[in-house]
């Protein structure tokens, strides 16, 4: 007897389609969900961003508006969501603060379960944001029918923010890559990239040009291991606000010609896999899927001791871990790393090991089985 199919269908709120991890996140997760069980759909606010490409063709996305320039644009994304939501059985903010907000306040009307996304410390995350946001969360996050945290760092910062977020309505799910994919996309060839034809060390990080990536230490680290004799390259990956004052940087210490801000890479895999070391330096993140994504390609990582990182590399036996903000530390974390080699074949190997665990296989139906739960009532 054929085994009957049914669909639950889901609308994923998002900002826009930029480059960040909760899109990508976003893109894979409505790529993995069993399409014989949901029918995923994805509206997003505003149509801008570089993984608009990468949306599946077999998955449905509602554009609210071409761009937005105003608060009336704002209120016409949000009356559109209110329009499309009804025909939804739930509704997934995924993205902190307004995508949930929006989210949220459709679901109410159409009393629908509303689950928020939340990807980062918010304890953290909310000081860098208007004190509004802060009113929002508290608000608006204690009655969601379901909280979904990228580590257990993350659900912690929550509960602490807001007390009010009852126990059972908040859970802990790892991020997760398509290892294989990874693998795969890493095999193309790099055009026009001088660092590899160089026989010199290549560091590589990969991040939105902001303040909370620590950027700017790790430039200073790298200025310091240059300074103490050995010949380096850095590549930073991503595009952000900062570009400015991070080349303005690089040049007044004198390292502009040894590193490589080429902006947003379609691929930074091959990038990442020439490498000979992946460095993390935020000051608070999170997840930090990119450190999955390194591991994955046998490059050993030297990341901060902020939330997600941590977990990842579990207290350092995956990885080497330092204080965020701390020049020095990198720079002698960085430095070991590269006259070892034995250490960094034997991270690369167990890195490799323990990526396993944030596959789409092992991650992917928790996300199935919550989201059946949800439907049947017994996550709210």
Same mark, same amino acid.
């Given at each position: 007897m054929q085994q009957k199919q049914y669909s639950i269908k889901i609308l994923f709120v998002c900002r826009d389609m930029g480059g960040g991890g909760a899109e990508r996140l976003t893109i894979d997760l409505v790529r993995n969900l069993n399409k014989d069980r949901f029918k995923p759909t994805l509206f997003i606010m505003e149509k801008r961003g570089r993984l608009l490409d990468d949306i599946p063709s077999d998955i449905e996305a509602i554009f609210a508006t071409e761009k937005i320039r105003s608060k009336y644009d704002y209120l016409i994304c949000l009356l559109k969501l209110i329009l499309y939501a009804r025909r939804y059985q739930i509704i997934v903010g995924t993205l902190e603060l307004t995508p949930t907000y929006y989210a949220w306040l459709a679901g109410l009307l159409w009393r629908k379960p509303v689950l928020g996304w939340v990807h980062i410390a918010v304890d953290k995350f909310l000081k860098h944001r208007k004190q509004f946001h802060t009113l929002l969360f508290k608000t608006i996050y204690p009655r969601l029918n379901g909280i979904i945290c990228v580590s257990k760092a993350v659900c912690r910062s929550a509960r602490e923010l807001?007390?009010?977020?009852?126990?059972?309505?908040?859970?802990?799910?790892?991020?997760?890559?398509?290892?294989?994919?990874?693998?795969?996309?890493?095999?193309?060839?790099?055009?026009?990239? =001088?660092?590899? /034809?160089?026989?010199?060390?290549?560091?590589?990080?990969?991040?939105?040009?902001?303040?909370?990536? !620590?950027?700017?230490?790790?430039?200073?680290?790298?200025?310091?291991?240059?300074?103490?004799?050995?010949?380096?390259? %850095?590549?930073?990956?991503g595009e952000g606000g900062a570009r400015r004052q991070l080349v303005a940087l690089a040049k007044d210490i004198g390292v502009? !010609?040894?590193?490589?801000?080429?902006?947003?890479?379609?691929? =930074?895999?091959?990038?990442?896999?020439?490498?000979?070391?992946?460095? %993390? /330096?935020?000051?608070?993140?999170?997840?930090? %899927?990119?450190?999955?994504?390194?591991?994955?390609? !046998?490059?050993?990582?030297?990341?901060?001791?902020?939330?997600?990182?941590?977990?990842?590399?579990?207290?350092?036996?995956?990885?080497?871990?330092?204080?965020?903000?701390?020049?020095?530390?990198?720079?002698?974390?960085?430095?070991?790393?590269?006259?070892? /080699?034995? %250490?960094?074949?034997?991270?690369?190997?167990?890195?490799?090991?323990?990526?396993?665990?944030?596959?789409?296989?092992?991650?992917? =139906?928790?996300?199935?089985?919550?989201?059946?739960?949800?439907?049947l009532n017994k996550y709210v």
């Open positions: 807001c007390p009010k977020i009852k126990s059972d309505r908040i859970q802990v799910i790892y991020n997760f890559i398509d290892i294989e994919n990874i693998r795969d996309k890493s095999l193309e060839r790099i055009h026009d990239n =001088p660092s590899y /034809s160089e026989k010199i060390p290549v560091i590589v990080a990969c991040g939105r040009l902001h303040y909370q990536k !620590g950027f700017d230490v790790l430039i200073r680290a790298h200025a310091n291991i240059i300074r103490n004799g050995m010949k380096l390259k %850095l590549i930073i990956l502009s !010609g040894s590193i490589l801000m080429p902006g947003f890479a379609d691929n =930074p895999y091959s990038i990442i896999r020439r490498s000979n070391v992946f460095v %993390l /330096s935020s000051r608070y993140e999170g997840f930090g %899927l990119v450190v999955c994504e390194a591991m994955a390609l !046998g490059v050993p990582v030297i990341a901060t001791e902020c939330e997600g990182p941590v977990e990842i590399l579990k207290d350092g036996k995956y990885g080497i871990l330092i204080p965020p903000d701390n020049e020095q530390k990198l720079t002698e974390a960085i430095e070991s790393l590269l006259k070892s /080699s034995k %250490l960094r074949e034997e991270l690369s190997k167990i890195g490799k090991e323990r990526v396993k665990l944030f596959s789409a296989r092992n991650i992917v =139906p928790l996300w199935d089985r919550m989201f059946e739960d949800v439907v």
